[in-house]
């Protein structure tokens, strides 16, 4: 569990686990002589001193900051008498910038250098009574957009800046659509005593951390470590996939072996529940897991501040609490069935009655919690090995031959999509082998065959990170450089980009719609606060109202449809409000199939239409072209009133103008999607 109250790490700047081996001294550049200390000394001591002197620092600061009118901004005191104090007991020699530089016409007022030189790693102090988010008179960008446009703009990789409480690693990220960084709340990592983490902030901070220059920014320990936690990344991707897959064989043979599911097996044995059907539902109550160890670990589910009910959801609903009972090395199987049956109850307090508004919950709604989704395992009994079994596999992972805990909090959704690529290679199967069902995914033979046949029929690969980065460069940028140049207001600014319309034919588990949905979210939150680096709240507020708006998908595998809604629904979740309602966005169905002019029409269905392609049987095919074909002949045999289906279709658009119009911010307001 991440019990790093004092950090904040947004983005993939460096992983929480990378943090844990930087404290055991398990990684590189954690030697005395690596922070410049004599080899004599030790650097456990050279931390007390800077505790010390911290401490000490930050408690003469404060004095001062008391006597201070409150309307002052306080940046000369926070600079002198802490910021530039604690920056030379980390060795610097931090260099006032009188001069603001100019970088491709934009003006830059960096107020520090790590110490003399122009190539020295930059370092921005403002004010301890400002945010480093905020604006305050005629700076054109607040201190953290300051910060992050002056690296994207210059050869500088990391910089540094700090109102004295709020101290944050930044690093050169052009194509970055959401806040990246490192934050250490210094103010409450002293008034609480909490050394750990000050000691963790020495080790990040440091200025050995940083590059000496812009010539070797690429080398310094604090780029290396970022790149350990990209390939840390590549790791957990490929866990979290292997877990899946084995969350889901283990559920679905727990529940078809229980003695209580007879009416499961009569239903498989009678093929009134399909393997693939079976198989659907179990992928539906992993993404359900999934989602719930995300909004959990992100802290977003609880709308108020009632400390007792946020207690009594982590006691006794939460999945973190699974989660620590499946993480215990030696659970064994002794036959209950309690955790499960639990677990349908926060289920339901999720669904579309709400009851989970007694605890202060967020509302989620939605296809996903849906009190009919799991239709045929609902009423199910599973016995809580196989549950926690399955829980341990979705919750840890090895790495370098230790157990560890895999950081929902800081997951990127792309890394769902890993998920769904593996799954495409696997069958799903239901086998009987003396009176004994087990469930599997499997590969060989026939199934593989199977398999890859869904795979090519329904165009179902995995697009890769850098093809979406270049799509959403090429592609949807310059639509919306367009669309806000056509309009001046900051209200019509706000109504042009929602007026975009994304559509992916083939979306498969919303890759790129994830990047089209953060791309245009981050200029909508831009045109609103008036940021270019806006806020996380403002950015997430932005990305649901984007979600709500502008992005359409359409996949012919189901399963892809299904993950998609929920990388979706995880992106732009925010706490207080449902679900979005994505039933109309999100559709399985072939983009492909269709008619684009109606006048084709007029002679009949054209013969081409039922050319065999792929997985079709060539003789039935034939013998339909040539009944088609037959039937053209007859005058008047296919006649369609084009004005009546106009009507029509007029109707189902203004149905979609009513659903585009409904808030979304209530459950009530989901269900009007019911007509």
């Known amino acids: ?36 200390i004599a080899q004599t000394n030790k650097l456990e001591d050279e931390i007390a001193i800077a505790w010390g002197d911290a401490k000490t620092y930050w408690a003469a600061f404060q004095r001062r900051l008391a006597k201070l009118d409150e309307t002052q901004t306080a ?15 980390l060795g610097y020699n931090p260099e006032y910038q009188a001069k603001a530089e100019i970088v491709e016409g934009q003006t830059f007022a960096i107020s520090h250098r790590a110490e003399a030189g122009e190539d020295k790693p930059p370092i921005h102090i403002i004010g301890s009574r400002l945010r480093l988010e905020e604006r305050i008179g005629k700076p054109r960008l607040s201190a953290h957009a300051l910060m992050q446009e002056y690296l994207n703009c210059t050869e500088h990789l990391w910089g540094i800046v700090t109102n004295g409480s709020q101290w944050r690693l930044l690093r050169d990220c052009f194509l970055m659509t959401r806040l990246t960084y490192i934050e250490f709340n210094l103010e409450q990592i002293l ?16 200025r050995t951390r940083l590059p000496e220059g812009m010539e070797d920014a690429d080398k310094c320990l604090l780029e290396f470590y970022h790149q350990q936690t990209l390939q840390q990344g590549g790791r957990v991707r490929d866990r979290l996939r292997d877990g899946v897959e084995q969350a889901l064989q283990l559920l679905g043979t727990g529940f078809l072996q229980h003695p209580n599911n007879q009416n499961l097996r009569d ?60 993480e215990r090395p030696s659970y064994r199987r002794e036959g209950f069935a309690d955790l499960w049956n639990g677990l349908r109850v926060t289920f339901d307090i999720f669904d579309e009655n709400w009851r989970g508004e007694i605890l202060g919950l967020s509302p989620l709604n939605g296809d996903l919690f849906g009190s009919k989704v799991l239709h045929s395992i609902q009423e199910c009994t599973l016995d809580n090995y196989d549950l926690l079994q399955a829980i341990r596999q979705l919750s840890l992972y090895t790495n370098k031959g230790q157990l ?43 199934a593989a065959a199977l398999a890859g046949r869904d795979r090519k029929t329904t165009g179902s690969y995995y697009t890769p990170p850098e093809l979406v980065a270049q799509l959403i460069k090429t592609a949807l940028e310059p639509v919306i450089e367009e669309r806000l140049k056509e309009v001046q207001t900051k209200a019509e600014q706000e109504a042009a980009l ?30 609103r606060t008036g940021e270019s680096q806006p806020g996380v709240e403002p950015i997430r507020e932005a990305i649901r109202d984007v979600i709500q708006h502008c992005i359409y998908g359409v996949d012919l595998n189901p399963l892809a449809v299904d993950l998609c809604k929920v990388a979706l629904w995880i992106e732009g979740f925010n706490r207080g409000k449902p679900l979005s309602f994505l039933d109309h966005r999100i559709k399985c169905g072939n983009s492909l199939v269709g008619v684009l002019d109606l006048a084709c029409l007029h002679k009949g269905i054209p013969d ?68």
């Not at 081409?608 to 002949?633: H, L």
Request: net charge negative; hydrophobic share 40%; aromatic share 10%.
């Open 608 to 675: 081409n239409a039922y050319k065999a392609v792929t997985g079709d049987d060539k003789t039935i095919a034939s013998q339909i072209k040539k009944e088609n074909k037959n039937q053209c002949k007859n005058k008047g045999q296919f006649i369609i009133s084009l004005d009546n289906l106009s009507q029509e279709r007029s109707h189902y658009g203004e149905i979609q103008s009513v659903i585009a119009k409904l808030p979304e911010d209530k459950t009530g307001d989901i269900k009007q999607f019911s007509f």
């Open 498 to 527: 929602l007026s975009l319309t994304v559509c992916d034919p083939a979306c498969g588990s919303g890759h790129f719609l994830l990047a089209a949905a953060r791309r245009i979210g981050k200029e909508l939150a831009k045109v």
């Open 404 to 446: 560890r805990r895999v950081n929902y909090a800081a997951l990127d959704v792309e890394e769902l999509g890993s998920v769904y690529e593996s799954l495409l290679d696997f069958a799903p199967k239901i086998e009987l082998y003396e009176g004994i069902y087990q469930f599997k995914l499997v590969t060989g033979s026939g």
């Open 267 to 326: 239903k498989i044995v009678s093929g009134e529940l399909t393997d693939k059907d079976f198989y659907r539902q179990l992928l539906l109550l992993i993404y359900r897991l999934l989602f719930l160890m995300v909004a959990e670990s992100r802290n977003i589910l609880s709308i108020g501040e009632d400390a007792e009910k946020a207690r009594i959801y982590k006691e006794f609903y939460s999945i973190e609490r699974l989660r620590i009972l499946a």
């Open 75 to 89: 940046t000369s005191l926070t600079r002198e008498y802490w910021v530039v104090p604690l920056l030379e007991s």
């Open 191 to 206: 008034n609480n005593e909490n050394y750990a983490e000050f000691g963790l902030f020495y080790r990040l901070f440091h």
């Open 1 to 36: 569990m991440n019990t790093l109250t004092g950090i904040q790490i947004e983005g993939n700047l460096i992983a929480f686990d990378l943090t844990t081996e930087l404290l055991g001294n398990e990684l590189k550049g954690q030697t005395p002589k690596d922070f410049g």
